[in-house]
C-alpha cells in the first residue's frame, strides 16, 4: 500500500500564490523535477503530503547575464544548465565539472536547480559547484518578502534548507567575474555514485600567481564546508599545476569538523580523500586556465 | 486530475492520481508493458523512455510532469512491422540474452543518436551508464550502438 497519496497537484502561476498554498495547506511540498520527491516519498518520508506544487508556471526558467552575476532560476533542469554557454566560461568551470558528475542523464534530464539546492543534502555534486563560486540563493516569502542567502548558509543541515513557513526558492545567483578559473572534482565508487566526498574551488589569477581562492567540500559533514583558511593560503602561490599545492592541502585538516563516518568511509578517510580532491581540482582549474 | 499527452504520435486524456508515475501510467493506463517496471528508484533504467526528446526513467517521472508532452516508448520506434535501426542492432549483434533491460537501453540509445548520430565511446558510455544489464554485460550492447551510429542510423 503506497504511503505517498497526495489528492491534489497544484501549478500556480505567481509567487505570491506559491507562499499562500504553502502558508494554508498543510502537507503542501513543493516539485522540481521531483526526482528527490520520489527517493523521499519511497523511504515513507512523505506520508503527510496531500498536494504536490509544481513551479512550472511561473516560468523560473531563464539563464541570464545581470552584470557580474549569473542567474539561473529554480525551474532550470540541471541538462539544460549544462548545455548552455553560460557554463563553458573557465571561471564557471566548478559548476560545469560539477554538472559533468552527475549521473545518469535520465536524472539530469528532469532535475532542477531548486530541487538541487533544497534537497540540502551536502553531497549532491552542483551545491558544491555552485557554492564555489559564491552563490546565493533567491528567496520569496511571505509579504512577497525576498532574500538573498549564500548558498552555503541555505543548507542548515542534511534535508534541512533554510526555508521559514511560506518560503520557496526562485533562483541562484553565482559571481563569475570574481574568479579567472574553477572546476571541481568527485570520489564516488562506480560511474553513477554519490559523491563520497566533493571538492570545488574558484581562482583568481593576477600576474601568474594566485590572488584569491575560494574552496568548498561536500560530504564532509551535514552541510557544506568553507575552507577559509586553506584558501588564504593559497594567496601568492604559483598559478600553475604543481606540487606547491602539496602544504596547503595538508593543512586542510584543522578546517574539517564533525567529518561523518559512516557504512560508506571513516571521518579519517573522508579527510584524505579531500586532501587529494583539494589537489586535483586546484590542478585542474589552472589547466583549464591556459586553455 | 486530467493529464493529457502524446504518447508514440497518439493523443490521450487521462484520469490520473497525481502521486502516480509515468510508468505505471503506460503500463496500466495504456497497456504499453513494453516499458519495464525494474527496481522502480533510479537505479536500473529498464523503465528509460523519451519525453520531450530526453530520456527520463518513467519510473521516478511522476504522471503530472508529463502532462501536454510528447513522448516516446519502445513500441513507438518500429514501423509497419519494421524494427528501426537500433532495435535490429541489438538483435542482429546479440546484445541481449533475457531482453529485460534491452527496450530502456535502446531508448537511452535513442535520444543519445537523435542528439549525437556519432558518439565517441565515452559518450555512450555516459548516456548509458544509468542503465544496467545483468546477463549479457556491456560489451555486445557497445558494439550494438556502435554499429548503428557507424550506419550512419
Ligand atoms: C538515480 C539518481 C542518481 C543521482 N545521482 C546524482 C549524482 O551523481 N550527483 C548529484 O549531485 N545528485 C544526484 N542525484 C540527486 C539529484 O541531483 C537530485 O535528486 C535532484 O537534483 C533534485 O532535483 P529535483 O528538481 O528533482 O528536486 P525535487 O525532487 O523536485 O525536490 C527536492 C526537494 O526540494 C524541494 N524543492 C524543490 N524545488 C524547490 C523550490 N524551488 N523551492 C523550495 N523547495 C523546493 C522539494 O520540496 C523537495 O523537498 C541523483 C538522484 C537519483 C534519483
Not at chain 1, 553560460?86 to 549521473?103: F, N, T, Y
Not at chain 2, 497497456?31 to 529498464?46: E, M, P, R, V
Not at chain 2, 508529463?66 to 535501426?85: H, M, Q, R
Request: hydrophobic letters at 40%; one cysteine or more.
Amino acid at each position: 500500500m503506497p504511503t505517498f497519496q497526495p489528492k491534489e497537484y497544484l501549478r500556480p502561476s505567481t509567487a505570491e500564490e506559491v507562499t499562500m498554498v504553502l502558508t494554508s495547506r498543510e502537507g503542501a511540498v513543493i516539485i522540481g523535477g521531483g526526482t528527490e520527491v520520489y527517493e523521499l516519498a519511497e523511504r515513507g518520508l512523505l506520508s503527510e503530503t496531500t498536494a504536490l506544487v509544481d513551479l512550472t508556471g511561473l516560468q523560473l526558467d531563464g539563464i541570464e547575464r545581470k552584470g557580474p552575476a549569473l542567474e539561473a532560476g529554480a525551474s532550470v533542469r540541471l541538462s539544460e544548465l549544462e548545455d548552455h554557454d553560460a557554463v563553458k566560461h573557465p571561471s564557471m568551470g566548478a559548476v560545469l565539472d560539477s554538472l559533468r558528475s552527475i549521473h545518469p542523464v535520465q536524472v539530469k534530464n528532469l532535475a532542477t536547480i531548486g530541487g538541487a539546492v533544497c534537497s540540502s543534502i551536502s553531497f549532491f555534486d552542483l551545491p558544491v559547484g555552485l557554492a564555489a563560486l559564491d552563490a546565493t540563493v533567491q528567496v520569496f516569502g511571505v509579504g512577497a518578502n525576498q532574500r538573498k542567502p549564500r548558498l552555503a548558509d541555505f543548507m542548515v543541515d542534511f534535508l534541512t534548507p533554510d526555508l521559514k513557513p511560506g518560503e520557496f526558492v526562485t533562483g541562484v545567483t553565482v559571481e563569475p567575474d570574481a574568479y579567472t578559473t574553477s572546476a571541481f572534482t568527485k570520489f564516488c565508487l562506480t560511474g553513477n555514485d554519490w559523491a563520497m566526498v566533493n571538492c570545488g574551488c574558484s581562482l583568481k589569477v593576477e600576474g601568474g600567481a594566485i590572488a584569491s581562492a575560494k574552496v568548498v567540500l561536500g560530504g564532509i559533514s551535514s552541510g557544506l564546508v568553507t575552507a577559509h583558511e586553506t584558501a588564504d593560503g593559497l594567496r601568492g602561490l604559483a598559478a600553475e599545476p604543481g606540487s606547491q599545492f602539496d602544504e596547503p592541502a595538508e593543512r586542510l585538516d584543522g578546517e574539517l569538523r564533525d567529518v561523518v563516518s559512516d557504512y560508506r568511509a571513516s571521518a579519517g578517510y573522508r579527510k584524505k580523500l579531500a586532501k587529494v580532491l583539494l589537489r586535483q581540482a586546484l590542478n585542474r582549474a589552472l589547466t583549464r586556465e591556459r586553455g | 486530475m486530467m493529464i493529457k499527452m502524446r504518447v508514440n504520435g497518439k493523443s490521450h486524456e487521462l484520469d490520473i492520481q497525481p502521486g502516480e508515475s509515468l510508468n505505471l501510467i503506460l503500463r496500466e493506463h495504456l497497456g504499453l508493458t513494453g516499458t519495464k517496471k525494474g527496481c522502480d528508484s533510479g537505479g536500473c533504467g529498464a523503465c528509460t523512455v523519451i519525453l520531450n526528446g530526453r530520456a527520463v526513467y518513467s519510473c521516478m517521472t511522476y504522471g503530472p510532469k508529463a502532462d501536454g508532452g510528447d513522448l516516446l516508448t519502445i513500441e513507438g520506434l518500429s514501423k509497419d512491422g519494421e524494427l528501426d535501426t537500433i532495435q535490429r542492432s541489438f538483435a542482429e549483434l546479440y546484445a541481449f540474452q533475457c531482453g529485460f533491460c534491452t527496450p530502456g537501453f535502446i531508448m537511452a540509445t535513442k535520444a543519445l543518436l537523435d542528439s549525437n548520430p556519432q558518439p565517441s565511446d565515452a559518450e555512450i558510455r555516459e548516456a548509458l551508464v544509468g542503465n544496467l544489464c545483468r546477463c549479457t554485460g556491456y560489451t555486445k550492447i557497445m558494439e550494438a550502438v556502435r554499429g548503428v551510429s557507424k550506419k550512419g542510423g
